[in-house]
């Protein structure tokens, strides 16, 4: 088969629909065909992260990027900052907003600041599938997993051991402009809120003008996590977060939900709470399930394994 215009023509001539005597579609692990770091290197604009097919979590990595980034992830970048659970795909545009409520798993006692916490990794390291993420943080030394629900981003992190270690939660980080936050302490085990965000900075300087309302938009957050915390809070006036703290033994597995919110607080919270009888596991696997019931809409063939990657993750985007 050719490669290029002429060569997606004929695969895509090879099209079947493959249905089983119920009349629903056969679905088969078409999600291994997915490669989504195409596109993460110059100005694709793709997400790198785990995602429910048009759902509204998108939960992965930021790596530290230029202004104007709009994914936040470059793959020839060797820094992660943190891992984000809203994300903005494939626009035409710049500095939208998105990428809030950052957590980021940390060893010893890094300083309030992205240089302090961020740590390099190796694309080596790097497990990238529609459903899940995972990657060695190679200044911690932390395993860091992801998956995602339609509402909610599963985190699962193994540790070194640690007399300190935790979690940062940055509350500030975004495409677009911060401008103010909360944050409360929910028992031992769960810290809630919200952050206030611009979207992009053209829109706020003419918003007032017209509507002081435009292009603001707020997340509220519900954060829990299998053990308990030590809260720390930092900078709320002009770096709004804090270190969920506690100590690791080697090996040590621990596991937070967010669930996110364009609502409430409770609203968040809810969406946090539906998938309780879920484990990480569970959750990754519906969400695999559910990319796998619309790639399996179109089945191709080829002989070459290449085109049918290609194929399938042109379909994903």
Request: charged share 20%; proline share 5%; net charge negative.
């Amino acid at each position: 088969m050719r490669s290029g215009f002429i060569g997606i023509l004929a695969l895509v001539a090879t099209v079947s629909c493959q249905k089983t005597q119920d009349s629903t579609f056969e679905v088969v692990d078409l999600a291994a065909h997915v490669r989504p770091h195409v596109g993460t290197s110059g100005y694709g604009n793709v997400f790198v992260g785990a995602s429910w097919p048009r759902g509204m979590v998108k939960v992965g990595p930021n790596t530290i990027v230029k202004p104007g980034s709009m994914s936040g992830y470059d793959y020839n970048n060797e820094r992660i900052k943190g891992f984000v659970h809203s994300h903005l795909e494939g626009p035409g545009g710049a500095g939208n907003g998105y990428n809030r409520i950052l957590v980021m798993p940390f060893v010893g006692s890094p300083e309030p600041t992205e240089e302090s916490w961020s740590s390099t990794f190796s694309h080596d390291e790097e497990v990238v599938s529609p459903d899940y993420y995972s990657v060695r943080l190679a200044s911690s030394g932390v395993l860091a997993e992801l998956t995602a629900s339609r509402l909610v981003g599963l985190h699962r992190w193994t540790y070194p051991a640690a007399p300190r270690a935790g979690v940062i939660l940055d509350l500030q980080t975004s495409l677009g402009q911060w401008l103010e936050s909360d944050l409360e302490v929910v028992g031992t085990d769960t810290v809630e809120g919200w952050s206030r965000y611009q979207t992009n900075g053209l829109i706020s300087m003419f918003a007032d003008l017209v509507d002081p309302g435009t292009g603001i938009s707020t997340v509220y957050y519900s954060i829990k996590l299998d053990r308990p915390v030590d809260v720390s809070e930092w900078n709320p006036a002009s770096h709004p977060g804090a270190f969920l703290v506690f100590s690791t033994e080697e090996g040590d597995v621990v596991e937070m939900r967010v669930g996110i919110s364009y609502i409430s607080v409770d609203q968040a919270r809810q969406n946090r709470e539906a998938i309780d009888g879920m484990t990480f596991e569970d959750v990754r696997a519906e969400t695999r399930g559910q990319w796998n019931r619309l790639l399996s809409r179109v089945r191709i063939e080829s002989d070459r394994p290449d085109d049918v990657d290609r194929f399938y993750t042109a379909f994903y985007h």
